[in-house]
């Protein structure tokens, strides 16, 4: 019955072979249809990064950080240090820096205006108590005050380091440093338009003597924008040295144009494909495409060597291409599934860019079987034979016959499975040490002397760090963030976490709750 079977399924192959090489041009103008089609859709593909893509949405954690981003503020935090290399930030020309920076910050496309903090700022407040029992307050820094004496900056330096609200938090130990903060509605993205104003600003603002460090979510991803062209520029020069190889390997026009068509005609699919889904092209995910279509060229080539192969044996030319057909599409086949498959597996993460890119790469993956495999083959029985058909060695053919010697005999290929054995023993280990996240402050897709990565380094040695950890404390009822029981459990656990050498800094509502105490004491 085994044997019955795969006799049917062969005899169905073949008759499938017979069924598409009795109408070429038909299936073909279909392929042509349908790539028509799918080219009318490329115009509403949009290239751009969503920074909800980049997180698990259905873990607890960021179903918390959507939760409370409204309230407390999301992850998209615009991080700028303003460092002066001689004395401190006391001085009327820095603080006047760093107050022009604020409102350039505060002015920002999308910001959170009641999220905007700094030394400047005016909710960067000192608070009093009158003698009358009053609770008095005022900026610590009057851009219409004029300039200060040497006096009232002392007198500033004085209050600010009294105010650990501000002391610390924005203004670094030192006090070579102040941060601006600010964060952006997730809602309201434009993270090139952002990237490009605070680089302006930073422009506006250089001078002798003054430092200005930017990091943070935004502006990673504005930076990632910014080698956008670049990355461009490296596929199209990728794609010039893959049609030299091409030239070098075949020095045909067959063997050149139609591994390149087939590649164009492919990736007008798996863009059309992207449109339909309605998904984004995520700059931080351009190599998958290009690699599909490095496997798409690959097929063609190999449909093409295969088919001047068959001219040397067979006259006619139609027989040679459906010979190449029989040969190579079910082993084709096979591997683009296969590939198809391994992409799919990327969707198995919680991260939506990840699931995106699973479903557009894998059906983009199976294109190939169509826009390859099968009408490669049929438009080689279509077209003219070509004149020369007789395939001569090169260095890529040769260095591909002298690895097939090495390895044809039986002990040959014996010691090629040890060693391929060995070396999959020693990928085990060494992948055991493989960091999982990033180990250093700023990102690891940017070299460490980078800019990006330069300021993040240099506002974490300055201050508690530029990414925060929050922790929510929820009550049941109403003002229970209040009493006694929940502020002390809150101190200890804040207290507990300094224990830890790798935590900078903590501060949360039991400090807070200290000041106002200190301040009504008039302690």
């Known amino acids: 019955k085994h044997s019955a079977d795969a006799h049917k399924a062969t005899h169905f192959l073949h008759s499938l072979d017979e069924s598409v090489f009795r109408h070429p041009k038909t299936i073909l103008g279909v392929i042509l249809a349908i790539t028509l089609f799918f080219a009318s859709q490329i115009p509403g593909v949009k290239m751009y990064s969503d920074f909800a893509d980049l997180l698990p949405q259905s873990h607890p954690y960021i179903e918390l950080h959507n939760e409370i981003k409204s ?3 999301g992850a998209n935090v615009i991080i700028v ?11 009327n020309e820095a603080l006047a820096k760093i107050h022009r920076i604020t409102l350039a910050v505060d002015s920002l496309p999308g910001i959170n205006h009641n999220l905007v903090a700094s030394v400047t700022h005016r909710n960067s407040r000192k608070v009093w108590m009158t003698p009358e029992g009053n609770v008095n307050s005022k900026s610590y820094y009057d851009p219409q005050g004029g300039e200060m004496d040497a006096e009232q900056l002392a007198l500033l330096r004085g209050d600010v380091t009294a105010d650990p609200r501000v002391y610390g938090p924005l203004v670094s130990p030192d006090m070579k440093m102040a941060l601006v903060k600010a964060q952006l509605n997730e809602g309201q993205l434009d993270y090139e338009k952002t990237f490009n104003e605070i680089q302006k600003m930073r422009a506006d603002e250089a001078a002798s003597g003054i430092k200005i460090h930017v990091t943070g979510q935004p502006m990673l991803v504005g930076w990632a924008y910014q080698y956008l062209d670049q990355i461009i520029e490296i596929f199209l020069f990728t794609a010039l040295i893959m049609i030299a190889l091409l030239i070098f390997y075949f020095r045909k026009a067959y063997g050149v144009l139609i591994p390149l068509g087939a590649v164009i005609v492919s990736s007008i699919w798996g863009i059309g494909i992207i449109s339909l889904f309605g998904y984004n092209l ?15 060229m690959s097929h063609g ?8 192969l068959e001219l040397n044996d067979h006259a006619d030319h139609h027989l040679a291409a459906r010979l190449t057909f ?11 599934v296969s590939d198809a498959i391994g992409l799919l597996l990327i969707a198995i993460g919680s991260i939506p860019l990840n699931t995106k890119l699973a479903h557009y790469a894998s059906l983009w993956a199976l294109t190939i079987i169509i826009t390859v495999l099968l009408a490669v083959p049929l438009l080689l029985s279509v077209l003219p034979k070509p004149k020369k058909h007789d395939i001569k060695d090169n260095i890529f053919r040769n260095v591909g016959y002298g690895c097939a010697s090495l390895i044809s005999s039986e002990r040959a290929a014996k010691n090629a499975l040890f060693f391929a054995a060995f070396l999959l023993a020693g990928g085990w280990y060494f992948s055991s040490k493989v960091v999982i996240g ?33 922790i929510v404390a929820e009550t049941d009822e109403k003002g229970g963030i209040k009493r006694p029981e929940v502020l002390r459990a809150l101190a200890d656990l804040e ?7 790798e935590v900078g800094g903590a501060k949360g509502i039991p400090d807070l709750v200290k000041q106002v105490n200190r301040l009504l004491h008039n302690d």
């Open 282 to 296: 995520d700059p931080l995910g351009l190599v998958i495409p290009f690699l599909i279509s490095a496997r798409a």
């Open 301 to 308: 080539i190999q449909i093409v060597e295969r088919y001047y």
């Open 438 to 470: 990033e180990s250093e402050a700023g990102s690891p897709i940017l070299y460490q002397d980078h800019d990006y990565n330069i300021s993040s380094t240099a506002v974490n040695d300055s201050f508690p760090g530029s990414e925060e950890l929050y």
């Open 71 to 73: 309230s407390f503020g």
């Open 326 to 336: 029989e040969n190579l599409f079910r082993p084709g086949s096979l591997g683009v």
């Open 81 to 91: 240090g303003v460092e002066v290399e001689d004395g401190d930030i006391f001085t």
């Open 495 to 501: 207290r507990h976490m300094l224990l830890d050498p």
